[in-house]
């Protein structure tokens, strides 16, 4: 490191500078001004080269385009612009201090010896700041201090010829980016880099790599071209466009090189922190249970958060390795479990057993007919908690269950909590919804529950349906049954309009523990056809197969949901597509598609008796009709609407060509992946929040704005799965189309065995801290990694501060 003895000349000045002396290379100090402010900002553009010739036509370009910058736009964010190739100034302090900003217009090479980069280093320590274009990540190649000042040097490869390409603008908030299109589209010549920068720096912006030809070194999915970070002191902004002339005459380019100038010259205060991962922990909140308990965490299932900061979250049934597991049909106490509802206080930093529900959910692991997913699957406060303190429950009593005909009864309770004991009261139940469920055969039983402002309870279902029977493609087979009730195929429920499973439930619960169906269902009620009444008016949404977490965004009451999907790992050009788990932004009643289409609009194979082996048709998604000898609602059902993101082992929102009617062709070597930041495996989606941030919240390790509006989607596995936050556009995602923008969580909310390895469910607390469950590391069970964690910012405030800006006349 230079000497350190500049301090904050940049910033309040008369101050010491270091500045070297010609005769033992030591830094001595001399006393320099701090750069004036307001009308009277500088920016030193440095063009020099280690190359003789002449000056490239981009210099001449970019020197205009800066120039130009300065003397437009409001008067209080002008400033005077200095071009210079004379890398002296950097070991002139008294001259280098009257500049607010630096801007590097070089190519590559060592343009600066020793000394200059020592005074480059020292401007930067006392608050300076650095804006590097293009090639300016080539240059003093041999210094790491630099390198670390640019964020990312280029791939040894040389940079393919200038191609268009699609920029995905992901920081909305940022003066360099706020103002530009999210997908922005412009030709340049587009650096790979030797090692991505993402996480280490605050990344503004990304290039799409499928919008052009990457060559030898590509990045990949995540592929930086602009980003900014708090440097040694100073601030620094890189941006690996700018490779053109031409680039300098696009209003769009001169404007992200207008932001990146106000906040490196103290004109405007932005935050370059908040997509460092290192501005991030997270501890783990619980502690394990001690042996043969539940003190801490049943089986982890689902957490809502309340208006004081307590942490409510459930387990759905299955107990620790010591508990006794009852599979046999025989015996009254089959799958009898506990359903625990657990409180966390963060003012005691104690987790209290706010009570247990005897439920129908701990038969164990095992094939279908011995496994079971049912139990207490979903938590939800009401609206008005803190006034009456009311919980609403999604579970299966075990008081319900019909041994002989292997059925069971759903239910949507309230209770009361006491807020002084933290103590639920059973007695209190007050039973809003019921409906029957097959429980021969597991699985899919869903849970999340969510509000929106208008007080209406979404609550969302599994299709209580087989795995099997259907080679891991369309859960449509007609034939498996016990005592006459289908287990294997979800036109039964999913795809029925007059079932219950399957589906996003809303209705809007009244005081006196009923509930009303507001307007606007995908169903009235009252649709009727041969044989009476065909439709349930609490169906919203239909043709969802297991959604485990749903979300409704506070601004705009948009729902927001996730499920699991069938098992096939390929594709098939006989029954259609392979599993694809799914997230959907969902702004109106709609069907999405289960068990006949997925991802956006690719249809299944028929099946129907008497032979359900042999594949008929191919499903209409624009016209579907259930036609199931198990169906005893609607045959025309409403078109199918497309889903927004869908993955694959193969990968993210594949695609395939298509024939004259609309079918894929499913092969797989023919596939396009619209999504490729993402892919699956093993998988099973867990929506999560869209954040907003509330600047009245007084805590400073809160998540900071710069994550408002995104969306939080994740995976219960933590390899290749997706855990993003992602932008969607809001003038098309209603309609299933994919997103924009998505930048990986995994470092933020950390993977790993000794991380929030198995993500179960995770929501924003009102103190902006994202809270998490972990699974553990078995199923149907809670263990010593089943906990509940906690995820705060530790970046600190925007800079520079307040009280350093730079003001006219100072």
Same mark, same amino acid.
């Given at each position: ?33 701090? #750069? ?67 801007? $590097? ?54 940079? #393919? ?19 530009? +299109? ?89 935050? =370059? ?86 439920? $129908? ?80 055969? =597991? =699985? ?73 169906? +507001?307007?606007?269902?995908? $169903? ?52 259609? #597509? ?33 032979? +359900? ?7 209409? =998604? ?177 800079? #520079? ?10």
């Amino acid at each position: 490191m230079a000497g350190t003895a500049l301090a904050a000349g940049l910033l309040s000045g008369p101050a010491a500078s270091a500045y070297p002396d010609p005769g033992n290379g030591r830094m001595t100090t001399m006393s320099i001004q701090s #750069p004036p402010g307001g009308a009277n900002v500088r920016v030193l553009v440095f063009h020099g080269s280690a190359a003789g010739g002449d000056e490239s036509p981009i210099v001449d370009a970019g020197i205009a385009a800066i120039e130009r910058i300065g003397l437009s736009g409001p008067t209080a964010q002008r400033f005077k612009v200095v071009a210079s190739d004379d890398a002296s100034v950097f070991t002139d302090a008294a001259r280098l201090s009257r500049f607010n900003a630096v801007v $590097f217009l070089t190519g590559g090479g060592d343009v600066l010896d020793p000394d200059q980069e020592a005074g480059l280093e020292s401007y930067m320590e006392a608050g300076g700041g650095f804006v590097g274009i293009h090639d300016a990540a080539r240059a003093e190649p041999y210094s790491d201090w630099f390198g670390g000042l640019i964020g990312a040097r280029p791939a040894a490869s040389a940079p #393919p010829a200038v191609q268009r390409a699609t920029v995905e603008v992901g920081d909305r908030q940022h003066p360099a980016t706020k103002d530009l +299109p999210v997908q922005w589209k412009r030709p340049d010549q587009w650096l790979n880099w030797a090692k991505n920068p993402s996480g280490d720096v605050h990344t503004v912006a990304r290039v799409r790599e499928s919008t052009y030809k990457p060559g030898t070194g590509a990045n990949g999915a995540d592929h930086p071209v602009s980003w900014c970070r708090d440097y040694d002191g100073g601030r620094s902004f890189y941006t690996g466009m700018g490779g053109t002339v031409a680039s300098y005459d696009e209003v769009d380019f001169r404007d992200h090189l207008r932001g990146a100038l106000l906040w490196t010259s103290r004109i405007v205060r932005a935050d =370059c922190k908040a997509a460092i991962n290192g501005n991030y922990k997270a501890e783990r909140l619980t502690a394990p249970n001690q042996p043969g308990q539940s003190d801490q965490i049943g089986e982890p299932h689902g957490l809502v958060t309340a208006p004081d900061g307590r942490v409510l979250y459930i387990g759905r049934g299955g107990g620790d390795s010591s508990q006794p597991v009852v599979t046999d049909w025989n015996d009254p106490d089959i799958g009898t479990g506990k359903g625990q509802v657990h409180v966390y206080d963060p003012k005691t930093e104690k987790v209290t057993l706010a009570g247990e529900l005897t439920v $129908f959910g701990n038969k164990g692991g095992g094939d279908e007919l011995i496994k079971v997913e049912e139990g207490l699957l979903g938590i939800e406060l009401d609206p008005r908690f803190e006034e009456n303190g009311w919980v609403y429950l999604h579970y299966t009593p075990h008081s319900g269950l019909d041994r002989d005909k292997q059925m069971a009864e759903r239910r949507v309770s309230r209770f009361t909590l006491d807020p002084a004991t933290d103590k639920l009261d059973l007695s209190s139940e007050k039973v809003l919804l019921k409906w029957p469920v097959q429980v021969h055969s =597991c =699985c899919h039983a869903g849970g999340g529950m969510t509000w929106d402002s208008k007080g209406n309870l979404y609550i969302a279902t599994g299709d209580n349906n087989s795995s099997g029977f259907s080679g891991g493609y369309s859960g449509n087979n007609p034939e498996p049954n016990y005592k006459g009730v289908s287990f294997a195929d979800a036109r039964r429920t999913a795809g029925n309009t007059n079932n219950l499973n399957g589906k996003i439930l809303r209705i809007h619960p009244e005081p006196d523990g009923t509930y009303t169906l +507001p307007e606007g269902n995908l $169903f009235t009620g009252k649709e009727t056809a041969e044989g009476g009444g065909k439709t349930r008016g609490e169906i919203y949404v239909m043709g969802v197969r297991n959604p485990a977490r749903i979300s409704v965004d506070k601004k705009t009451d948009t729902l927001y949901a996730g499920w699991v999907g069938p098992d096939a790992g390929e594709p098939s050009t006989t029954w259609g #597509p392979a599993k694809y788990d799914t997230f959907a932004v969902i702004t109106k009643a709609s069907n999405r598609g289960w068990p006949y289409c997925m991802g956006n609009k690719q249809p299944y194979r028929d099946r129907n008796l008497p032979d +359900p082996s042999k594949p008929l048709g191919w499903y209409d =998604c624009d016209h579907p009709k259930n036609e199931s000898p198990n169906n005893d609602g609607l045959v025309n059902l409403p078109p199918v609407t497309g889903n927004n993101i869908w993955y694959s082992p193969q990968g993210g929102a594949p695609d395939y060509p298509r024939d004259a009617d609309g079918v894929p062709s499913y092969k797989k070597e023919e596939a396009t992946y619209l999504l490729p930041w993402l892919k699956g495996g093993g998988q099973a989606a867990m929506d999560g929040p869209v954040y907003r941030y509330d600047a009245s919240v007084p805590n400073a390790d809160k998540w900071p704005s710069y994550w408002d509006g995104k969306w939080f989607i994740g995976d219960f596995y933590d390899s290749d799965q997706p855990r993003h936050a992602v932008l969607t556009d809001p003038g098309t995602h209603g309609d299933g189309s994919v997103p924009v923008h998505a930048e990986s969580l995994k470092k933020i909310v950390p993977i790993g065995n000794d991380g929030i390895k198995n993500l179960m469910d995770w929501k924003f607390g009102p103190d902006g801290a994202l809270y998490v469950l972990d699974y553990g590391r078995g199923f149907f069970t809670s263990d010593g990694k089943s906990a509940l964690w906690k995820v705060t910012y530790t970046g600190g405030a925007a800079t #520079p501060a307040a009280d350093q800006l730079a003001r006219k006349g100072e």
